[in-house]
């Protein structure tokens, strides 16, 4: 399949790591120009170099700047003022059990999760529709459907971002400007691996283990009954960021494995 991605310039943000990389290493692959974002210059150049060895014709470059604040929103925008393609990935999770979430939290939660979201679609997005074409998508979870009890601020913030994202795309009418939300399940990503593998040490007990036990614990319906690998999300990622899903708009797909126990 064609994907049109070869002339695109898009950003990722939070994408040194994880889901971010991938769907930016697929882009790249797609021959798009693909900016990297990450906290720090050796985040960055660390991501430059994987990414460039595993893609060799890459078009890509990096900026450090944190894109949870708008700070750091300003700065990418200063250097980057147009993109056809817009990846709303950053977001924070981690479980607390929810009486003991804070004020503080269930702010910053929303704040790195929502408004970085929105800072960015606000600010690229009106340039997109003047040229006619552009695409946006916001990396939101299963978790968004099946708030998980372990916590649910991360919930919360996943389920907003289908709202945003649907009403972004709604503003967007007619413009050639496509909003989408993707629902990734339980991923292989380094920093779910590590998280995982503290666990595994502190129950003494394997990863393997510490994963199935999750599966069966908390992802019951899981139709793979396994965890995905960032670059099986990031497949359906950079489809959607394509010419060739030009009829989907609005949408929230899911690359969740099944977790969500529902036809649509
Ligand atoms: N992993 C999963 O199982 C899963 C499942 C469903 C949905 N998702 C969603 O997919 C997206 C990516 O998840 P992931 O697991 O791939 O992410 P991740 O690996 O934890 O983080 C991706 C990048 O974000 C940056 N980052 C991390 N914390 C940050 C913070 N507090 N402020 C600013 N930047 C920060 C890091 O870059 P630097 O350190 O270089 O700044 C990191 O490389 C998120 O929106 C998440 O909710 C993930």
């Known amino acids: 399949m064609e994907l049109g991605l070869g002339s695109k310039h898009a950003l990722v943000t939070g994408s040194t790591a994880g889901i971010g990389y991938a769907i930016a290493k697929g882009l790249a692959a797609e ?14 150049d660390a991501a430059l170099k994987r990414l460039r060895d595993s893609v060799p014709e890459a078009k890509v470059t990096g900026i450090a700047a944190d894109c949870a604040t708008a700070e750091g929103a300003d700065a990418v925008f200063a250097r980057v003022p147009e993109l056809d393609v817009l990846v709303n990935n950053l977001g ?18 929303f ?10 679609t606000r600010h690229y997005a009106p340039g997109m529709a003047r040229r006619g074409w552009g695409r946006v998508l916001f990396v939101s979870s299963e978790s968004a459907l099946n708030i998980p009890p372990e ?15 649907h009403g ?12 989408n939300a993707l629902l990734p399940g339980p991923t292989h990503t380094e920093n779910t691996d590590r998280l995982r593998a503290e666990r595994a040490k502190a129950a003494g007990v394997t990863v393997a283990e510490i994963e199935a036990a999750f599966l069966r614990d908390h992802r019951p319906t899981s139709l793979i009954r396994r965890f995905t690998s960032a670059d099986e999300v990031a497949a359906l990622g950079v489809y959607l960021c394509s010419e060739a899903a030009s009829g989907t708009s609005g949408a929230a797909m899911r690359v969740d494995g099944g977790v969500v126990n529902q036809i649509m």
Not at 31 to 44: D, F, M, N, S
Not at 92 to 109: Q, T, V
């Open 111 to 120: 704040e790195v999760n929502v408004m970085s979201g929105i800072r960015f």
């Open 168 to 179: 972004f795309a709604m503003e967007l009418a007619g413009t050639g400007v496509t909003v």
């Open 92 to 109: 924070i999770y981690g479980r607390k059990p929810a009486f003991e979430i804070d004020d503080g939290e269930w702010r910053r939660f």
């Open 151 to 165: 916590m649910i601020h991360y919930g919360m913030t996943k389920t907003a971002q289908l709202s945003v994202s």
């Open 31 to 44: 021959g798009a120009h693909v900016v990297l974002t990450g906290r720090t210059q050796a985040g960055i």
